[in-house]
Nanobody
């Protein structure tokens, strides 16, 4: 079973930056979209950003103009996070969705922003 491997989380002060990466452990066929989601304690998982196979992007209003999602030709997806705020603190999950609507999820990486 192919797994998504995330990296790049950590502790940063407010106003700082982090870059998350996510790559599959093997090849995933027919990827329609890749994305990042996050879940803060006591809250539901929410969409942060997505990018399609045609490089169309979508962002949550709360991260627009601060976060940038991108991908490379090796099926790695990135999330550049700038001007981080304490409310961005959460576990961030990578997602790959295939054209058959099958979802792959990463194990999650903790992002903590101190005030």
């Amino acid at each position: 079973q192919v797994q998504l491997v995330e990296s790049g989380g950590g502790l940063v002060q407010a106003g700082g930056s982090l870059r998350l990466s996510c790559a599959p452990s093997g090849y995933i066929f027919n990827v329609e979209a890749m994305g990042w989601y996050r879940q803060a304690p006591g809250k539901q998982r929410e969409l942060v950003a997505t990018i399609t196979s045609r490089d169309s992007t979508n962002y949550a209003d709360s991260v627009k103009d601060r976060f940038t999602i991108s991908r490379d030709n090796k099926n790695t997806v990135y999330l550049q996070m700038n001007s981080l705020k304490p409310e961005d603190t959460a576990v961030y999950y990578c997602n790959f969705r295939t054209w058959l609507r099958y979802d792959y999820w990463g194990q999650g990486t903790q992002v903590t922003v101190s005030s």
